[in-house]
Every structure is written in C-alpha cells, then in structure tokens.
C-alpha cells in the first residue's frame, strides 16, 4: 500500500445521503473518520446539520459528529482518501462525472451501488472506469447482505470488498472493518457486482409470490432458481462461479428475496397483490433498483445469449403487462429439463 492509502486517519467522502449512504457514512464517522456527505436534497442537509439525522431516509438514528454534510460535490470528494458513490445506479455516471474533476491523484474510489446501466449494460465499476479512466486501478465494490437500517443500529452484518489489485480491496477491508461490520475481500469485482444487481431482479419475482400468496415452497424454489440464473449469467461474463455461493450471492440474494425491510420485494409483493407499477412507485422515496436493472438483465441476458427465464418473467410483468399469476404458470410449465443443465 502506498503512504496515500491511510488507514487510521483516512478522510473519506461518501457521495449520496439516502439510507446506505447516510448509514455507511454514520458507520465511518462512528470509527472516528473525518466524513463528508453530499446529500442531493436541501431537506437532507438541514436535517443532518441540525439534528445530526437523516430525518428522509435513515430517521431514528442519531449520527457522528465526525460527519459533515453539504450539497457541494467538488468539496465532499477533493482531497480525500477515499471516496465512496452510494447513489440509484440510474445516476452513477453523472454523478461520477460530477466528481471526478475534484478527485486527488491516489485516490480510492468505492462504488457501494447495485445495478446495471440501461443503456450500456455496464456494471458500476464499468461506467466508473469510463468516467474515471485514471483510476480505473483504484476502484472497488462493497456489497453483500447489508440492509441500511440495520447497519445503522449495528447489527451485525457481513459484506465483500472487491478490486482488480489486491491492495485496494485490502485497504477497503480496513478502512470498513468495525465489530459489526465484518468485511471479507474477493478479486471477483464482475461477479460481486453481477449478484448484488441481479438478486433486486429476482427479489421482485420473490415480491410477486408473495403477493400471489403461493407459499414457502414457491418462494424456496423461486429463490434457487434465480440464483442459477444469476451464476449462469456471471459465467457468461467471466465471473468466478463459486462467488455466487458467498455473500454478494446467496447471501445478499436470500436477505432481499425474504427481508421485510427490501424494498424490490415490497414492489413486488405488491404487483403480485394487484397494485399497478405506477401505482406503487409513485408512493416510494427510495429506489427500488431491481425495476431498472430488470431491463437491463433482460437486454444483456438477450445480448450475450444466456437463459433467464425468470428474469424475463419479471420483465414481462413490469413492462409488458404480463399477468402475475399468468408469469408463475408460464415459468411452472416450461419444458422440462435437467437441474444441472448449463451448471458447472
């Protein structure tokens, strides 16, 4: 690690205040780091400045006098050690734009969003390296099963740090790590991203099973199935496989397909309940990012060639008017085939 790469006394710019953002940043300013926060919204930045709580998105939770919060992107990310982008995936590039004039040369930049962009079908850290082309050595992911407001209450919670060098990933452990916030490294940043995105997707279809009410046993196989899908899809892309089995995988996958608290199964479960797209995310504040990245998978998985049919099912349901119940009984009455077909 270089001298730059400071852990004790890192300053830190976290980039989106909505509940992980704010979370992480409390967690960090918890630690005794200096952080700054950007927050889009003006009501964000009066609450957090006054009450030191993010009375929007994270209410509840007192956070660190260590955290500064602003809604002036150039000084939240100059002269930082690391940076770290925590906001709707549909956004990152502007965002990262934004940012990266104002970044230092050695610079850690962290993306801790999941999803794929629409358009290119990008993963974070792909869209990061083609705004951020000289840091593209410098950049990592944070993900796995990782609910905000439990992070925020310390609970005890479990994620990955992934980056092509083995000394970012490292560095991001460190800089992390806290008693209850435990953080193992990985060099699959393609695989780690893929089931951080994905796992939304499938989370909706979890959403819609239970809002049809069809049972445990649904909702068992419905998650099993879609982690094939999502495993079958990072291999296409160079994924290694046995990451799917860790916690950007399984783990992240099982926790928003089951968790009261995700907010792509609330979507879901409520399409599967009867409410209209529309409908529902007219009365959310948050993002629910498995709605976008349900296109997104859909276009890659038509791109690259690789079977997804619950993927598409989900798709169908969200924006071609596919019938819920309709969706379960086309994927319940497909051909049958072998479990391990496409497995390796």
């Not at 962290?110 to 593209?136: D, F, P």
């Not at 993900?143 to 005890?156: K, Q, Y």
């Amino acid at each position: 690690m270089t001298a730059m790469w400071n852990v004790e006394n890192a300053k830190i710019g976290v980039i989106g205040a909505g509940s992980w953002g704010t979370a992480i940043a409390g967690m960090l300013g918890a630690k005794g780091y200096a952080v700054d926060l950007w927050a889009y919204e003006a009501e964000v930045c009066r609450s957090i400045s006054q009450k030191l709580e993010n009375t929007m998105f994270l209410p509840g939770i007192r956070l660190s006098e260590n955290i500064r919060v602003s809604d002036d992107m150039h000084s939240v990310a100059a002269d930082k050690d690391l940076v770290v982008l925590v906001v709707p995936s549909h956004v990152m590039r502007e965002a990262a734009s934004r940012a990266a004039s104002s970044l230092d040369a050695e610079t850690i930049i962290v993306s801790a969003a999941k999803g794929i962009e629409n358009e290119t079908h990008l993963t974070m850290t792909g869209v990061l390296s083609e705004v951020m082309a000289g840091y593209k050595n410098q950049l990592a992911v944070i993900s796995g099963p990782s609910f905000a407001g439990e992070v925020a209450r310390e609970v005890p919670t479990v994620v990955a740090s992934a980056a092509d060098d083995p000394e970012v990933a490292a560095y991001v452990q460190q800089v992390f790590a806290t008693p209850f916030f435990r953080v193992y490294t990985n060099p699959d940043v393609v695989g780690v991203q893929l089931g951080g995105a994905v796992k939304n997707v499938i989370a909706i279809a979890s959403g819609i099973v239970d809002g049809l009410g069809l049972g445990l046993n649904s909702r068992a196989a419905l998650i099993t199935r879609g982690l094939t899908e999502i495993r079958r899809l990072g291999i296409k892309l160079g994924a290694n496989p046995h990451t799917f089995a860790g916690l950007s995988g399984v783990g992240d996958l099982v926790l928003t397909c089951t968790g009261a608290l995700s907010r792509n199964h609330t979507v879901g479960q409520m399409i599967g309940e009867g409410k209209s797209l529309d409908e529902i995310l007219s009365h959310m504040k948050m993002v629910a990012e498995g709605v976008r990245t349900a296109k997104s998978v859909y276009n890659l998985s038509k791109k690259v060639g690789v079977e997804m049919p619950i993927a598409d099912s989900v798709y169908a349901v969200l924006y071609e008017d596919l019938n819920s119940a309709d969706a379960a009984y086309q994927l319940m009455t497909r051909s049958l085939k072998s479990e391990l077909e496409d497995v390796e």
